[in-house]
């Protein structure tokens, strides 16, 4: 797959306040935004017709260094300015390189949000801030808090303290995902997860994802009020379950695991992480769409501690904004997972909290995350309305100020 990534973006709301700031019309900063504004990509998976046609390439607004053919065939850094990536991506698909074309295109959209996604009467705009899911495990079992919610009325407690605590969505799941966990029966993971996700419906106006790899779950969560599916396995373990989310016109959102809960720390391997996650979550997207469900209604994971070391864990976080090329919106879990204990001198589930706070900040700098999901609800969105306030923050005194003359 023939996949290009902004290594780095030049971001239009970096250099849009610095045109106001020296008295540029509108007009002018937008001509400047495609021909000054730079972005640098690493293409990767090209063939010999991709190669070829890079290496005759001749315009002065774009900067091509291929890979060592011997040792790394089929890749490149592509530099230049939007105007002249643009001209590219044209250029590539009149020769008949229609994935190369397609592939810079999405990666010189990334800073561009997605469309919003309108889930349970909510509507729900990127880019505008970082968005908390908010994590209900009705399971015995989960790593964190593992049978605090197992019953019905603690549950329904939980989930609508979170709703209260300013979740934009609930994520209610009846199977632990944990390194090492085996599969729970259909039977046994409709019986946790109905009656609660019934009884939030019942009493709040949350918008409410099911957390489940299986169709016949899927189902009858959205049946019960359910909007939208949190599959861990990204469409790998039942293949009915994009068929299931179609069926009902919901939301989806894709994981990326290698390997299955069960095995999947034992040894986890990648030659490329974030490529590999990249193109795991495309093919996942295209099943998805072939299945009926609407490109629109998809969010994509990069799935921190499903089959990852910490350092591919911490790569990935570092990267996440290369998943905006799949034009979707990210959701990405940190909470209180192994990798937070690990650097934060070996604590347990129960005293994450502060390394995971510190993930969030983290992600939100970065611009990585629409969405998180996370345990702790009100220290999250705390921890959030700083970290995004920071990362958009505009005013830099009177010159600096929109329309200011
Ligand atoms: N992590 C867990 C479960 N579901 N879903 C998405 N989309 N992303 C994640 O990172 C993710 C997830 C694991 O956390 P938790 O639910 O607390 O644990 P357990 O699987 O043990 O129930």
């Not at 021909?35 to 890079?54: K, M, Q």
């Not at 990585?368 to 995004?388: C, I, T």
């Amino acid at each position: 797959m023939i996949l290009a990534r902004p290594i780095r973006l030049d971001r239009d709301d970096d250099l849009e306040p610095a045109w106001e700031r020296i008295g540029l019309v509108p007009a002018a900063r937008q001509l400047l935004l495609d021909s000054v504004g730079r972005a640098h990509l690493l293409v990767t998976g090209l063939g010999s017709a991709e190669t070829r046609f890079l290496r005759n390439l001749e315009d002065s607004r774009v900067t091509v260094i291929l890979s060592d053919a011997e040792r790394r065939p089929g890749a490149a850094t592509v530099s230049g300015t939007r105007a002249g990536l643009e001209a590219l991506a044209r250029l590539a698909e009149r020769q008949g390189l229609t994935s190369l074309g397609r592939a810079l295109d999405a990666a010189t959209a990334a800073d561009v949000p997605p469309d919003p996604t309108v889930l349970g009467g909510r509507t729900f705009r990127w880019g505008e801030r970082t968005h908390v899911m908010g994590v209900v495990n009705v399971t015995p079992d989960s790593f964190s808090d593992g049978g605090r919610h197992l019953e019905l009325a603690a549950a329904v407690s939980h989930a609508l303290a979170l709703a209260e605590a300013g979740a934009d969505l609930l994520d209610i799941g009846g199977e632990s995902t944990r390194p090492g966990s085996d599969e729970v029966p259909v039977q046994v993971e409709l019986d946790r997860v109905l009656p609660v996700i019934e009884a939030v419906r019942a009493s709040s106006q949350v918008p409410i994802s099911v957390d489940t790899r299986k169709a016949e779950v899927a189902r009858e969560a959205l049946r019960a009020g359910a909007v939208l599916v949190n599959d861990v396995s990204g469409l790998g373990h039942d293949p009915a379950l994009a068929s299931a989310v179609a069926g009902a016109g919901a939301a989806l959102a894709l994981m990326h695991i290698q390997g299955t809960p069960t095995t999947m720390q034992v040894d986890p391997h990648y030659a490329d992480v974030v490529a590999e996650v990249v193109e795991f979550l495309a093919r996942a997207i295209d099943r998805a769409v072939a299945a009926g469900v609407a490109r629109e209604r998809i969010w994509v994971d990069p799935g921190i501690g499903f089959g990852k070391t910490l350092g591919h864990n911490l790569f990935l976080l570092r990267h996440l904004a290369e998943l905006r090329v799949l034009g979707a919106p990210v959701l990405v879990g940190t909470s209180r997972k192994r990798f937070i204990g690990a650097l934060a001198g070996e604590r347990p589930p129960d005293r994450r909290l502060e390394g995971t706070l510190g993930s969030l900040a983290a992600v939100a700098v970065l611009h990585g995350a629409d969405v998180v999901r996370v345990h702790d609800v009100a220290e999250a969105r705390d921890a959030l309305v700083v970290a995004d306030a920071i990362a958009r923050a505009r005013e830099g005194g009177d010159l600096w100020s929109p329309g200011s003359g």
